[in-house]
């Protein structure tokens, strides 16, 4: 029972304090789809993701996310369009969803900007009822009401690349969705739920220090209405352009190792490790995130910038 209510307590924060929502991902520079939907198309070839995340090991209840995405260019690479589907659960809570992308691409001097438009819905379940209270209380009202609501929502981002540097900010979802219904038990006691706006800024940069040695360090800012701003920091080393290891520092949260593989020219593999600096880690023994990338083809103007973004 402890182990399900601290479950429970961090959702329930989560919501109050209007923490952060969305997913989180280790490997966010392989998952930038889901933070900016101008990124659609920026790889000039048809791409495929995959990232699956177990979270605080140990804790049962404890986040699950595993999360698809598909992006290409369009023929005359103006246009970018890209979906992904996803799949969040935290104890008691499942938020399952899919988002379609469309990104304008203009090119520059050295690069390409990107405007950038996604929308989509999310099915939020909460099933309160399953929660076993103590034999013998009272019967609770906040837990006697289930939650199975359709959550729709839209987002924009501006994304801006070139063969060493990205720069990009979004706003995934812009409309503050209430988990609950209007007549439900929690609204009446003022509890209310909902979705809070959500700003991610990124960027990277690849600096070459020998021909077979390339440091990339990047970063994600996340903000969101009412709490405090989390940065993501992040550094890889490449070594000749087909092994990466890394580090991270997620602020006021954990330290992560990072690995990558390039396996051949179309595929990729990741492995992320997180390690909790917080009081929770006395409860876990860390998380686990694997990121799998294939490319279905390759075109002669392809640049150089997408193997490392």
């Given at each position: ?48 993701t995959a990232l699956l995340r177990t979270q605080w090991v140990g804790v049962e209840g404890a986040p699950e996310t595993q999360t ?116 439900s038990v929690a609204v009446s006691n003022n509890l209310i739920a909902k979705q809070y706006l959500h700003v991610f800024i990124t ?37 000749a352009d087909r092994l990466s290891v890394g580090g991270q520092y997620r602020t006021g949260d954990a330290f992560s190792g990072l ?51």
């Open positions: 029972m402890k182990k399900y209510f601290l479950v429970l307590f961090c959702f329930i924060s989560a919501l109050s304090a209007k923490a952060q929502q969305d997913a989180l991902y280790t490997q966010y520079m392989f998952n930038t789809l889901a933070v900016n939907p101008a990124y659609a198309g920026s790889r000039n070839v048809l791409s495929a698809i995405s598909f992006d290409a260019a369009m023929p005359n690479k103006r246009v970018g369009l890209g979906i992904q589907v996803f799949n969040d659960e935290l104890g008691i809570t499942k938020t399952t969803g899919a988002y379609a992308s469309y990104a304008y691409r203009i090119p520059m001097n050295k690069g390409t900007l990107a405007f950038g438009l996604q929308g989509g819905f999310a099915q939020f379940r909460a099933d309160f009822s399953s929660v076993q209270l103590n034999t013998g209380s009272p019967l609770d009202a906040s837990f006697s009401q289930n939650i199975n609501k359709t959550l729709p929502n839209f987002g924009f981002g501006v994304y801006y690349n070139t063969e060493k540097f990205y720069f990009g900010v979004a706003t995934p979802h812009l409309l503050n969705n209430r988990f609950t219904d209007e007549n960027s990277g940069y690849v600096f070459k220090l020998t021909n077979d040695f390339k440091l990339k360090p990047s970063f994600l800012i996340k903000g969101v209405f009412g709490a405090p701003i989390q940065a993501d920091l992040s550094a890889s080393l490449w070594i690995f990558e593989l390039q396996v051949s020219e179309q595929f990729r593999v990741g492995y992320a490790y997180d390690h909790t600096v917080t009081k929770l880690g006395n409860y876990n023994s860390g998380s686990h995130e694997i990121m799998l990338r294939y490319e279905f083809g390759f075109t002669k103007d392809r640049i150089v910038a997408p193997r490392y973004f």
